[in-house]
């Protein structure tokens, strides 16, 4: 499994912050760097691609994921991301930009959670202009010879473009942003979970954190994901299971340990369970893949 931890610094297009903004691949990329991101590497920074016209396809977390015009990809610290075919003829921006970038945002961005488990956003033809524009501005802003790159005014960028990230991302499922108090519950709830993902997994636990009941916690969960918050942090950390395993050979009880799982047959079970395969098949078919 490639690593791309240190790789947006080799890419970066601005001297104090990591951030990287590339229009229809106008900039050339390091041959050290491009073969990385053809096969499944490990994300270490928030990344994005918006395709104005054409198709593309990707994949996220194992998933094949395939966008078209009008609508964007993206991909957060962890993920296992690929871009195996870029077509040549798409018109399209990427960005990219670490944690420390959007900690100095004035605002979060709930999508970047992604409580609706979609790693695509959709947009109406009035954002998707939005969008499309401040994206060449920021290309525009990182690119433009013998003119000084102003932090604030990139960051300025940055947060409306997240912003209408974030107001598309809820939107176009039909779901507020997250000032609806029940929804601002279950995305607390994801933010919790992720936090403390391999320290436990409680359920009552996290409610008490929440200043709700498990009942309350329970029926928020079940409304905006189908799930319970037992399945729901289940699924999450089975997901993580297999990200490890995209880049270890961890054996069953030490990746279950990593988890936070204390009885190494029952995670094993709970594996193939939820991907129809156990541990070391799932290993073999990835070996297998990445040797093609």
Known sequence: MVETKGLLNQIKHHDRL?????????????D????????????????????????????????????????TVFGTPNQIFAHPSPNKDTQQYKIGFDGHTLTLLPQAYPFLLNPLNTSTITFEPEAKARVKAVLSMLFQLLH???????????????????TEFNSAY???HHQPVP??????????????VETHL????????????????????????????????????????????QRKLHYS???????????????????SRLFK??????????????????SK
């Open 170 to 172: 809820f939107e176009r």
């Open 198 to 241: 391999t320290e436990q997994h409680d359920v009552h636990t996290i409610a008490k954190q929440l200043a709700m009941t498990p009942n309350n916690l329970y029926g928020v969960v079940k409304e905006f994901s189908g799930l319970s918050p037992k399945e729901w942090i289940i699924n999450r950390l089975i997901q993580e299971a």
């Open 18 to 30: 990591p951030i990287t903004v590339n229009q229809n691949c106008a900039i050339p990329l390091p």
């Open 179 to 192: 000032s609806n108090p029940k929804f601002s519950k279950y995305v607390a709830f994801t933010l919790a």
């Open 32 to 71: 050290t760097v491009w073969p990385k991101l053809l096969q499944p590497h490990r994300l270490a920074y928030y990344y994005f691609v918006f395709v104005d016209q054409g198709l593309e396809i990707f994949q996220v977390d194992g998933q094949q994921v395939t966008i078209a015009g009008s609508q």
């Open 249 to 267: 050979s961890s054996s069953v009880k030490e990746l279950a340990y990593e988890l936070g799982f204390n009885d190494p047959a029952y995670f």
């Open 144 to 162: 433009s010879p013998g003119k000084p790159q102003k932090v604030d005014i990139i960051l300025a960028h940055l947060n409306a473009l997240l």
């Open 273 to 290: 369970k939820r991907t129809g395969k156990n541990v070391s098949d799932f290993l073999a078919d990835q070996h297998s893949l990445s």
